[in-house]
């Protein structure tokens, strides 16, 4: 029982180092640790520059790597629907308009014309601008859902065919394209561009000023924002290009096109500084933040407010919950209200925009952390997956068990790390007695050396592993031993949160004993786990 007490100790430590939050601190002795997160991310494949700015209580940090520099413009892509958002509740604040109200008070009837035709039932005029600010009006979207060329104009976009479009295009594009479902269906939610391109609308119809003059008026000046501005010349080559994979995209044409969906231009700097007023009643009633957040899932691990989002990770994790709002440029502008912060930024990148939350995550996360500069990169993970074992049972049948495992991977050097591992797993054995077939329960010590490539999207380990019987399902052939074994591991990284793990054990030591037949049996066995990871 010693023994076994051990390792429960032993497991609630690994546990706690890999699941328990960080109290926050100041930013004054972090700068380096945090560039360092921007350095890592640029890696000339997926990534070739980032920029982020965050804040702390009255602290604040800017830092840019790769090829874009700190006050670098860039395409903020669909974060501009928070501006969107703000002008939306400053005309609610100046009672112009009501969250409740239809938008058929506010568009004209050709706009409102067969908008929302949901199987043969016409729900156009019970649209409301809030099921527009939280996507519940089950709008197709008109720029990534797919056409009647079974291609959505993004995938044109992005494949460097460079096009025009108007507001009344875009609405014609959603006409042609089957809407999800009814307005309001209870926990049903799904992302429409041509939401924000109506609201864009709606707000041009009330003040009597473009959307463009709305932002200028209402936001970028009272805010001092002299580097932010919406899009609207081709021959501005002021904000970077974006990529897609490895391909630089000019498409001038497309960004002044967007509009009230996606057409602003900023900083991370300024980002910050919108981001801070829009959640600290600089631009509208604070109070109206609580009945914003009204959350239904939209797509993993965002989930959609009313004109916000929430990106939040399952809790083992975890990691911060944060509202704000992110682009398809890979630029983000969030709040963590739990420990104050605010995080924004991009990472210029189309088709791989997830990378944006795991920098801002890892920045959020180092803020937060009262620890000293940390000698080693860390990373931490929990997995569940089968064992598959060599040993049969008397029936000749080979067991598969459940597999649970704590992870720590320490980055000794870039593609070089090493981790260590408690896990838990159930190996069929057989014994003397013919109808005895055994179930083995096993504590792993796996002590591994991991090599990765450059990206980190691959890697090898072997090690170590010294093994613990705990006990198994027949209580005449229980008893405690220990057993060692060389476990050779591939490791494949599925997403920046997700990594598939195969290892194989060789045993080295014999699981024979009185109670078991053939004397001196190696147990091999092999697993595989799906787990999630804690950068």
Not at 150 to 168: A, C, H, K, P, R
Not at 318 to 340: C, F
Not at 511 to 518: L, R
């Amino acid at each position: 029982m010693k023994k076994l007490s051990v390792l429960l100790i032993l497991f609630s430590l690994l546990l706690s180092v890999t699941l328990n939050g960080q109290d926050r601190t100041t930013l004054s002795y972090k700068s380096k640790e945090l560039q360092k997160i921007l350095d890592q991310t640029v890696d000339n494949e997926k990534i070739y520059g980032t920029s982020f700015t965050v804040k702390h209580k009255d602290e604040v940090w800017s830092g840019s790597a790769g090829n874009i520099a700190e006050d670098q413009q860039y395409f903020i892509a669909s974060t501009t629907k928070l501006f969107v958002t703000a002008i939306i509740l400053q005309l609610d604040s100046e009672k112009k308009l009501s969250l409740d109200d239809k938008i058929s008070d506010y568009l004209d009837a050709d706009i409102m014309a067969g908008l929302h035709v949901y199987k043969g039932k016409d729900y156009s005029n019970e649209l409301t601008i809030n099921n527009l600010l939280a996507h519940t009006s089950g709008l197709a979207d008109y720029y990534q859902n797919k056409g009647p060329s079974g291609m959505s104009l993004e995938d044109e976009v992005v494949s460097g065919i460079d096009q025009f479009w108007t507001f009344e295009q875009a609405i014609a594009r959603t006409k042609k394209m089957e809407p999800l479902f009814a307005p309001s269906t209870p926990g049903k939610a799904h992302y429409s561009d041509a939401n924000f391109q109506l609201l864009g609308k709606i707000i041009e119809n009330i003040t009597g000023s473009s959307f463009a003059e709305n932002c200028e008026v209402r936001i970028f000046k009272p805010l001092n924002l002299t580097k932010t501005y919406m899009y609207a010349d081709t021959a501005d080559t002021r904000p970077i290009h974006m990529y897609y994979k490895n391909n630089e995209l000019n498409i001038p044409k497309a960004m002044t096109s967007f509009g009230a969906d996606g057409g602003i231009v900023s900083t991370s700097a300024e980002m910050l500084t919108f981001i801070e007023a829009f959640f600290t009643g600089k631009l509208f009633p604070k109070e109206y933040i609580a009945e914003l957040q009204e959350w239904n899932k939209i797509f993993s691990p965002l989930r959609s407010g009313v004109g916000i989002h929430l990106y939040k990770l399952p809790k083992i994790f975890s990691t911060p919950a944060m509202i704000g709002h992110s682009g398809l440029s890979g630029a983000l502008a969030y709040y963590d209200p739990k420990e104050d912060i605010y995080v924004s930024g991009t990472v210029n990148q189309i088709a791989y925009p997830a990378t944006s939350f795991t920098v801002a995550t890892k920045l959020v996360q180092r803020t937060r952390s009262n620890k000293k500069n940390q000698l080693f990169e860390t990373v931490s993970g929990i997995g569940l997956g089968a064992t598959y074992s060599t040993v049969a049972n008397n029936n000749g049948d080979f067991r598969i068990g459940p597999t649970f495992t704590l992870y720590k991977e320490f980055r000794l050097l870039k593609p070089v790390s090493f981790s260590a591992e408690i896990v838990y797993n159930q190996k069929g054995e057989r014994s003397k007695e013919k109808d005895a077939n055994i179930w083995s329960h096993y504590i792993d010590l796996p002590l591994m050396l991991k090599l990765n490539t450059i990206n980190n999207k691959f890697g090898v380990s072997g090690g170590y592993s010294t093994n613990f019987l705990l006990f198994s399902n027949k209580p005449n052939n229980t008893f405690h031993r220990v057993e060692f074994s060389v476990p050779i591991g591939v490791h494949y990284r599925v997403s920046d949160f997700l990594q598939l793990y195969m290892k194989y054990n060789i045993g080295l030591t014999g699981i024979g004993k009185n109670a078991y037949a053939n004397e001196g049996l190696k147990n091999n066995w092999f697993s595989i786990s799906l787990m999630l990871l804690k950068p």
